[in-house]
Structures are given as structure tokens and as C-alpha cells.
């Protein structure tokens, strides 16, 4: 089953290499979360996270992870920690580059970019907090 999923992630993007939407984005993600061994599955890692980071995707996705009811939430704290993972595993690899999982890290982490994806001009950081309870 699993690797069936496999296979269908490697199609889905050598299918839609050029044309890459958010629900192309959503499948490869639901699939790679399905799947993901980290002993064979490094490269579709990275390969959605590269896809995360794209000008394309980042600010939808940042603002989808803070829409009610969504899903995107969840799945960025699971590639998270997967990216994690992935550093800690390949830290004595010196071939290994770390430097996509950080730049995951660091986008999906860092208030001060969310701050500007998601609020209106003027709102700050105190006045988000205390909407989020309202």
C-alpha cells in the first residue's frame, strides 16, 4: 500500500513538473505523510519542502495553517518535525545540505513572517493574540 503511494507521488510530479498547483501541492503532502520512511524517502522530503518554500505556495500555505477547520496546520507541524528528524539523522553526513529543512523551519516558525501574511496593516502582534480568543 505504501509503496503504491510511493509511485504515485513520483508520477504526480513527474506529471505536473511545469504546472504545480495548491491541490497538486495537498496530494503530494497528504501522500509523502502517508508514506514517509526516513530511510527511503529523504528526497520526497526535501522535494516538498522546496515546494513549500516556493513564492508560489508560502503565503497560501501560512495562511491556510491558520484558517479554521484546516487541515495544513497539522501536516506543517508533521513536516516539521520530519525536516527535524531528517538534520538530526544526516548530521554526521557531511554530504548531506541541510539548508532547505532550515529555511522550513525558519518560514514556518518565524512570527514575524506570519505577522505579515496574515495581518492587516496596523494590527500587531498583542492585537492577534487576543482575537484568536475572542
Known sequence: MKQKQREEFVETINVNKNRMTVDTLDLLTRKLLFFYHPETDDAHLITVSKMLLDKQFKSSIVEMCFSPNN????????????????????????????????????????????????????????????????
Open 71 to 134: 487541515i495544513w496546520s497539522l501536516r506543517i507541524c508533521k513536516l516539521l518535525k520530519l525536516n527535524l528528524q531528517l538534520m538530526r539523522h544526516k548530521s554526521l553526513d557531511k554530504e548531506f545540505n541541510n539548508t532547505v529543512s532550515l529555511r522550513v523551519l525558519e518560514v514556518f516558525t518565524k512570527f514575524d513572517d506570519i505577522e505579515k501574511t496574515l495581518l492587516p496593516k496596523g494590527m500587531g502582534q498583542a492585537q492577534l493574540i487576543v482575537a484568536q480568543f475572542k
